[in-house]
């Protein structure tokens, strides 16, 4: 069964801090490892990861596949108030038909 | 062009009712997918389908049936609701090959609380 461990659970940062996401999983037949962004309603996608593609930046967020390790981070720098949101990460296998297995996410607070 | 929407956006039951919630989406998409997400839980995989006529079961099933009459619906039936399915619903959709890592879209949700 696939799994998908996201730490911590929730953050609490002001404006100007940088702050790492976490992300470890374990998939068979790992395909990609996706990031989404979700504030009040449906989650917007952010990054995508496959073993060709482990490194991915748009604007202030970046992140990184590590599949020796099985984990990802998504770092965001220079936070503000309109980054809280939760940040799910998701794994897909290679027979699953593109389902998406979700961790828990971080539920990221940033203060003014 | 309006992605995925989804109907109702809020509704209330109670126990032992029976409920459709609607998916549509506007953009060609095979696969379709009915999550349902609680606190501290991220989303769980309901039902899924791989194109029009066919469903599968994913993770969280029990409870739930779906149907794939057309290629830009996928409906999720409630036939007797219980308080364990208050939770609110999303829908996705993705195109692209059985096995890429094409990402999906998300609809806007539903909150359904069951009394």
């Known amino acids: 069964e696939d799994k998908v461990v996201q730490s911590p659970l929730s953050l609490v940062v002001h404006e100007g801090d940088t702050v790492t996401l976490n992300c470890s999983y374990e998939v068979t037949n790992f395909r990609s490892l996706l990031w989404y962004k979700q504030e009040k309603k449906a989650p917007t996608f952010l990054f995508m990861l496959?073993?060709?593609?482990i490194e991915k930046k748009s604007g202030r967020l970046s992140s990184i596949l590590d599949k020796k390790e099985l984990s990802s981070i998504l770092n965001i720098t220079a936070t503000q108030t309109g980054d809280s949101a939760i940040y799910l990460c998701?794994?897909?296998?290679?027979?699953?038909?593109?389902?998406?297995?979700f961790g828990q996410g971080t539920i990221l607070t940033v203060h003014p | 062009n309006a992605g995925v929407t989804q109907t109702p956006k809020f509704r209330v039951l109670k126990t032992g009712q029976s409920m459709t919630l609607l998916c549509a989406q506007d953009?060609?998409?095979?696969?379709m997918y009915w999550y349902r997400q609680d606190p501290g839980m991220g989303l769980r995989l309901i039902h899924y389908?791989?194109?029009?006529?066919?469903?599968a079961k994913g993770e969280v099933p029990d409870g739930y049936n779906v149907s794939r009459l057309k290629k830009q619906n996928f409906l999720l039936g409630l036939e007797s609701a219980a308080p364990s399915q208050t939770s609110v619903y999303f829908c996705a959709s993705r195109g692209g090959g059985s096995g890429s890592g094409a990402e999906q879209y998300f609809g806007p949700g539903t909150r359904l609380t069951v009394t």
């Open positions: 998701a794994v897909t296998g290679g027979t699953s038909y593109g389902k998406l297995t």
């Open positions: 389908s791989v194109g029009e006529g066919t469903t």
């Open positions: 953009m060609n998409h095979e696969y």
């Open positions: 496959t073993s060709s593609g």
